[in-house]
């Protein structure tokens, strides 16, 4: 079972934010590499890796293999 935010088809076309819980977004989190091949491998890939806090959406790196992840994780 993956995490869900509700966020309406109504929200979504007036463009409104939605808040995530923190507790919800700390589920989503992955710690370390360790952690995150383990996720990596239940969703696949290729995936993306962003930064928990700061970056402003810069850092977000595109993961394609397994190979690559423990570079892209910093």
Same mark, same amino acid.
């Given at each position: 079972?993956?995490?869900v =935010? !509700?966020? /309406? %088809? %109504?929200d !979504?076309?007036?463009q !409104?934010?939605? /808040?995530? +819980?923190? *507790?919800?977004? =700390?589920? $989503?989190?992955?710690?370390? #590499? %360790? *952690? $995150?091949? *383990? #996720? =990596?491998?239940? #969703?696949g890939? +290729?995936?993306m890796?962003?930064a928990? %806090?700061?970056?402003?959406?810069? $850092?977000i790196r595109? #993961? *394609?293999a397994?190979?690559e992840? /423990?570079?892209?994780?910093r």
């Open positions: 079972a993956g995490l =935010a !509700q966020w /309406s %088809e %109504e !979504q076309k007036l !409104q934010a939605i /808040s995530i +819980p923190l *507790e919800t977004y =700390a589920q $989503g989190c992955v710690k370390d #590499v %360790e *952690e $995150g091949l *383990e #996720v =990596a491998m239940r #969703v890939y +290729p995936l890796i962003k928990a %806090e700061g970056g402003g959406g810069k $850092g595109k #993961v *394609e397994a190979e992840f /423990s570079a892209c994780f």
